[in-house]
């Protein structure tokens, strides 16, 4: 704080023995260390009050910053779920529209169809003629689809009538 060197200190002494004398010297130092004691605690107290004051601002500051960043977090997941309500309803609607549709031109025709000839089977003829538009039917042509997850592995054992130890195991 000062830049104060011993043989500035060693002055100060000789004055202040020389003014104040050897029986008054001892009672003045204690005063004058009280005196710095109190000065160094008042300046402790201050500068320990201001780093938290500081250290508050930035804790609400950040607080305020975190706040602000889960407001725009929050309003983002609410947007992105109603985003999300959104495509599944179109979803639910564009699926339930075909199926709805093919059903009532099918029960439309099985209806004339029941009416006209007074038979259930020629309804169900006549629904089974109306095009569906919700499922496609598969291609003839095409190869039927498998799951070979569970096929069995081919046996490339050649093929004896004897048994051998290792077919036990098998």
């Known amino acids: 704080m000062f830049d ?40 402790y107290s201050v500068k320990s009050e201001l780093e938290n004051e500081l250290a508050d601002e930035d804790l609400k500051r950040s607080l305020r910053q975190a706040q602000d960043d889960l407001r725009d977090v929050q309003g983002q997941l609410r947007d992105s779920g109603r985003a999300m309500r959104d495509e599944v309803d179109a979803m639910n609607r564009s699926i339930a529209a075909p199926v709805g549709a093919a059903a009532s031109q099918s029960g439309e025709v099985a209806a004339d169809g029941a009416t006209a000839s007074g038979d259930a089977h020629a309804a169900e003829a006549s629904a089974d003629a109306a095009p569906v538009e919700a499922a496609p039917a598969p291609a003839e042509d095409a190869p039927p689809t498998h799951d070979y997850a569970s096929a069995a592995l081919p046996d490339y054992r050649p093929s004896s009538k004897t048994p051998t130890p290792n077919d036990e195991r098998r």
């Open 4 to 43: 104060i060197g011993f043989s500035e200190v060693f002055v100060i002494a000789i004055v202040a023995l020389i003014v104040l004398g050897p029986e008054r010297l001892p009672k003045a130092a204690r005063f004058a260390g009280l005196w710095v004691r109190r000065a160094r605690a008042q300046w």
